[in-house]
Nanobody
Framework: QVRLVESGGGLVQPGRSLRLSCVGS????????MRWFRQAPGNERELVAS????????NYADSVKGRFTISRDDDKNTLYLQMDSLKPEDTAIYTC?????????WGQGTQVTVSA
C-alpha cells in the first residue's frame, strides 16, 4: 500500500520559516516526479512547486518564487518544501503528490497557518 505522509506544518508568524516533509512508504520516490500543492479555504488547489524525475529540475509558482525551495532526499524517501519569509497569504493545506509509472499518489495534507 502506497502512503505519503506530510509533516512540518503549524502556526507561524509572518516572516518566519517552516520546512514541510513528505515521506513515502510502499513506493520508491527515486526517479519520480514530485509536486507540492496547496489549497486555502474558498480557493482552488494551486501548484506550488515541482521537482522532476531526472536532473532534479525545479519549478515554482510565481507567488512563492525566491521564498520556497523544493528538494528531495531519495535515500530517506522524502520530499521537502523549505518555506522562508512566510506571508499570511501562504496559509493553506499543503499536500504532496507523486507521479510515477504506477500512477499518481497524494498525501493527506498538512496545515500551514501564517498569522501574527
Amino acid at each position: 500500500q502506497v502512503r505519503l505522509v506530510e509533516s512540518g506544518g503549524g502556526l507561524v508568524q509572518p516572516g518566519r520559516s517552516l520546512r514541510l516533509s513528505c515521506v513515502g512508504s510502499g513506493i520508491i520516490l527515486r526517479g519520480t516526479e514530485m509536486r507540492w500543492f496547496r489549497q486555502a479555504p474558498g480557493n482552488e488547489r494551486e501548484l506550488v512547486a515541482s521537482i522532476s524525475h531526472e536532473n532534479d529540475n525545479t519549478n515554482y509558482a510565481d507567488s512563492v518564487k525566491g521564498r520556497f525551495t523544493i528538494s528531495r532526499d531519495d535515500d530517506k524517501n522524502t520530499l521537502y518544501l523549505q518555506m522562508d519569509s512566510l506571508k499570511p497569504e501562504d496559509t493553506a493545506i499543503y499536500t504532496c503528490k507523486v507521479h510515477c509509472i504506477r500512477g499518481d499518489y497524494w498525501g493527506q495534507g498538512t496545515q500551514v497557518t501564517v498569522s501574527a
